[in-house]
């Protein structure tokens, strides 16, 4: 089956910028997710990248897409204290699919 | 509703019993979905409905989980006969069709002890 993979843990200082990484498998992605997590709680929608754009920027946040590596990558500005979090990137595949598959997670520590 | 509900958010259950989680989804949006997260095993699909109608079963791990949806509303997701295995967090999501990106709930956490 498809698959998203993730590593597990990055820890940056507050203030630095955060660069989540994620590589995907199904070439035939439309839609490429990531979401939040805080302990505790279900998962937040932070931003998404349709499959024909390579970049989209969002506030502190900035989505990388390189369709020809399947490499995804999420870049947090100025990481604050609040940041601190589990990331998931997850992707949707071709015309007709519904179910979205997930990376494991990146546990974000942000080190004040 | 602002935001998918589910409830209860807590559940401990004893082996062998059964349980039922509910999915109350964003207001309009005709597609829901479960998932359910275990530790170090990431989030796995579970089921997919569109309206009332389930056309994808296939991530539901045993005969002992069904679910169904009423009203195109509502979820309901049982497990019968509950294992300690089946214990993880159910997330529940919804969207405005299949095709638009889903909004999770908080999750219910299930305990098997």
């Known amino acids: 089956g498809e698959d998203v993979e993730q590593s597990l843990f990055l820890s940056v200082r507050e203030g630095d910028s955060s660069v989540i990484n994620c590589t995907y498998t199904?070439?035939?992605?439309?839609?490429l997710y990531w979401y939040k997590q805080e302990p505790g709680a279900g998962l937040q929608l932070l931003t998404y990248?349709?499959?024909?754009?390579d970049m989209k920027q969002d506030q502190r946040l900035t989505v990388l897409l390189n369709k020809k590596d399947k490499h995804l990558s999420l870049r947090i500005a100025d990481t604050q204290t609040g940041d601190s979090a589990i990331y998931f990137c997850?992707?949707?595949?071709?015309?007709?699919?519904?179910?979205?598959?997930f990376g494991k997670g990146t546990k974000l520590s942000v080190i004040p | 509703g602002a935001g998918v509900s589910q409830s209860p958010s807590n559940k401990v259950t004893e082996k062998g019993k059964d349980v039922e989680l509910r999915c109350d989804p964003i207001?309009?949006?005709?597609?829901l979905y479960w998932y359910r997260q275990s530790l170090g095993q990431g989030l796995e699909f579970l089921i997919y409905?569109?309206?009332?109608?389930?056309?994808?079963k296939s991530g539901l791990p045993s005969d002992r989980f069904s679910a169904e949806r009423t009203g195109g509303s509502v979820s309901t997701l049982t497990i019968q006969r509950t294992q300690q295995e089946d214990s993880a967090v159910y997330l529940c999501?919804?969207?405005?069709?299949?095709?638009?990106?889903?909004?999770f709930g908080q999750g219910t956490r299930l305990t098997v002890v």
């Open positions: 999501a919804s969207s405005l069709a299949m095709n638009t990106e889903a909004f």
């Open positions: 199904d070439s035939s992605s439309t839609y």
């Open positions: 990248i349709f499959s024909n754009m």
């Open positions: 997850a992707e949707k595949g071709g015309a007709g699919s519904y179910q979205l598959t």
């Open positions: 207001s309009g949006h005709t597609a």
């Open positions: 409905f569109q309206g009332n109608s389930a056309p994808d």
